[in-house]
């Protein structure tokens, strides 16, 4: 399967792929169309290829903001998690980090953390996320504030239990 899209300054990266334990996977990525603006992307991909062939076209984690560039992905048994984070004005900086349960349909989206909040943005420099047996996700990442100095490489880690308010995630 080869993505499409074309024109100047068209690109794809980082790209990031998981599966379910039926075989169906999801890929997540970064696309660019020519200008500074950067989508997260995701794409299901059946395990039997689709009459007409298989869908190749992003279809967006975010559609009402870009991203900074960090897109992942995470699949166990049937449960599939995307997370992305929402760039903030300047479309450099990270102002906050959301998450997509993406093997659910319709999808629905999730707070990790809202950098702005405090108002402060950041550099996410390592994350990694897994999902445990009972469905939920769970994130860990490494960041730095852009505005204010604070310590170096913080590090948070987040889950879905449902200990927070609804689609937000807790500590």
């Known amino acids: 399967m080869v993505m499409g899209g074309s024109g100047t300054n068209w690109k794809q990266y980082n790209p990031d792929i998981a599966a379910l334990d039926n075989g169906t996977s999801f890929l997540t990525w ?3 169309r020519g200008t500074t603006d950067k989508y997260a992307c995701y794409l299901l991909i059946p395990v039997t290829p689709p009459i007409g062939g298989y869908d190749k076209s992003c279809h967006a984690l975010d559609s009402s903001n870009y991203t900074t560039g960090n897109v992942w992905v995470t ?20 102002a906050e980090l959301w998450y997509r349960d993406i093997s659910a349909f319709p999808t629905y989206a999730g707070r990790i953390d809202f950098f702005t909040e405090r108002f ?22 490494h960041y730095n504030w852009t505005v204010t100095e604070a310590p170096p490489l913080t590090m948070n880690v987040w889950s879905s239990v449902p200990t927070a308010a609804p689609w937000r995630m807790g500590r």
Not at 127 to 136: K, M, P
Request: charged share 20%.
């Open 120 to 141: 402060e943005t950041a550099d996410v420099y390592s994350l990694d996320l897994g999902i445990d047996s009972g469905g939920y996700l769970h994130v860990g990442y």
């Open 30 to 32: 970064v696309e660019q």
């Open 75 to 94: 699949a166990r048994g049937m449960n599939a998690y995307a997370v992305y984070d929402r760039a903030y004005t300047d479309n450099v900086r990270t």
